[in-house]
Structures are given as structure tokens and as C-alpha cells.
């Protein structure tokens, strides 16, 4: 078992930013694909970002690009979400996932079918 919990959500004015924080306990999450997805409600929660079990390749939305930044410390079982140049789109429940598996991709997926392990959310409000 994997628990994940997010921390670091919260009101920013466009423009702001805020790095978002998921620290994980259970298991050493060294081997995993971590993710990041979002949801707003009546909507399906989306991909965000990605980060391979080694930190070596990641992946982002084409509406975060350039903007966020997903790392990985390992040491300290947790994984970040850097976000600048917030927007009111933005807005969501941000969610930590975890790839558990025994395969170890070169590119981290990005469907939420292949997450197995989710944290509660996290709230961020970009406020215009």
C-alpha cells in the first residue's frame, strides 16, 4: 500500500505561483511513475504531469507547458508540482498519483487508468 498526501494548495492571484507537494509513505515510491492530475467539478479529472520512476523523462499537458515543473526527491519519498504563471483555468483539485508496477517505463504514462495509487486532492484557486 502507497498512501499519498498532497499539501500546498490554496488562494494565488493570477500571475502567482505555488508549489503543490505529495509526500508519500507505505512504500519507497524510488521505482514508480509519479503523476499529476486535476478536476474541476462536472469534469473528468485530466492529466497534468508526469515524472518517470528515475526522474529522467517527464511529460506535461499542453496547457501547463512551460509553466510547471514536476520533481522528484526520492530520499524524501516525495514528489512536487512547481507551478508559475498562474491563470483562473487552472483552478482545480489537484491530485498525486502512483504508478505502482513491476515494469519500469522510459516515459511515464499519462492516463489515469494507469495510476493505481491516488492521494485525497489538494485545492487551488487562481483568483483574476
Known amino acids: 500500500q502507497v498512501q499519498l498526501v498532497e499539501s500546498g494548495g490554496g488562494l494565488v492571484q493570477a500571475g502567482g505561483s505555488l508549489r503543490l507537494a505529495c509526500a508519500a509513505s507505505?512504500?519507497?515510491?524510488?521505482?514508480?511513475?509519479m503523476g499529476w492530475f486535476r478536476q474541476v467539478p462536472g469534469k473528468e479529472r485530466e492529466f497534468v504531469a508526469a515524472?518517470?520512476?528515475?526522474?529522467?523523462?517527464?511529460r506535461y499537458a499542453d496547457s501547463v507547458k512551460g509553466r510547471f515543473t514536476i520533481a522528484r526527491d526520492n530520499a524524501k519519498n516525495t514528489v512536487y508540482l512547481q507551478m508559475n504563471s498562474l491563470t483562473p483555468e487552472d483552478t482545480a483539485v489537484y491530485y498525486c498519483?502512483?504508478?505502482?508496477?513491476?515494469?519500469?517505463?522510459?516515459?511515464?504514462?499519462?492516463?489515469?487508468?494507469?495510476?493505481?495509487?491516488w492521494g485525497q486532492g489538494t485545492q487551488v484557486t487562481v483568483s483574476s
Open positions: 515524472i518517470s520512476w528515475s526522474g529522467n523523462s517527464t
Open positions: 507505505g512504500r519507497t515510491i524510488s521505482r514508480y511513475a
Open positions: 498519483s502512483a504508478e505502482v508496477s513491476l515494469i519500469l517505463r522510459s516515459y511515464p504514462p499519462i492516463a489515469t487508468t494507469d495510476y493505481n495509487y
